[in-house]
């Protein structure tokens, strides 16, 4: 039984060593010795992998972890300043 569980922005994965192909391709995945447990870092990818993982427990904390990383972060619209002197100039798809 693989469990998925969440601190600090990082998911928490215990996982038999018979399952473990089903965690491999999880992006930024590293094993911890000490804690024999794999940790996975908080992104929308790895979040979206762990959740299609068959048979997995995952915890309340990993669900919130999942839930606030699916969400795209919204960057503010800032006009690029119009004072700015390039090098060279620069072409029409780089101004857009």
Same mark, same amino acid.
């Given at each position: 039984?693989?469990?998925?569980d969440?601190d #600090?922005? #990082?998911?928490l994965?215990?996982? +038999?060593?018979?399952? !473990? /192909?089903?965690?491999?391709?999880? +992006? ?7 804690? &024999? ?5 908080? !992104? &929308?990818k790895?979040? *979206? ?6 048979d @997995? *427990? ?5 669900? *919130?972890?999942?839930?606030?990383t !699916?969400?795209?972060?919204? #960057? +503010?619209?800032?006009p690029f +300043? @119009? !004072? ?5 100039e620069?072409?029409? /798809?780089?101004?857009?």
């Amino acid at each position: 039984m693989i469990s998925v569980d969440a601190d #600090k922005g #990082k998911f928490l994965v215990v996982c +038999p060593y018979q399952l !473990s /192909h089903l965690i491999r391709d999880v +992006p930024g995945r590293r094993w911890s010795g000490k804690d &024999r447990r794999w940790i996975v870092p908080g !992104s &929308r990818k790895a979040g *979206e992998m762990l959740a299609q993982v068959k048979d @997995a *427990e995952i915890t309340p904390a990993a669900f *919130e972890l999942m839930a606030a990383t !699916s969400k795209p972060v919204a #960057k +503010p619209d800032v006009p690029f +300043p @119009a !004072s700015y002197r390039f090098k060279t100039e620069p072409m029409p /798809h780089q101004r857009q």
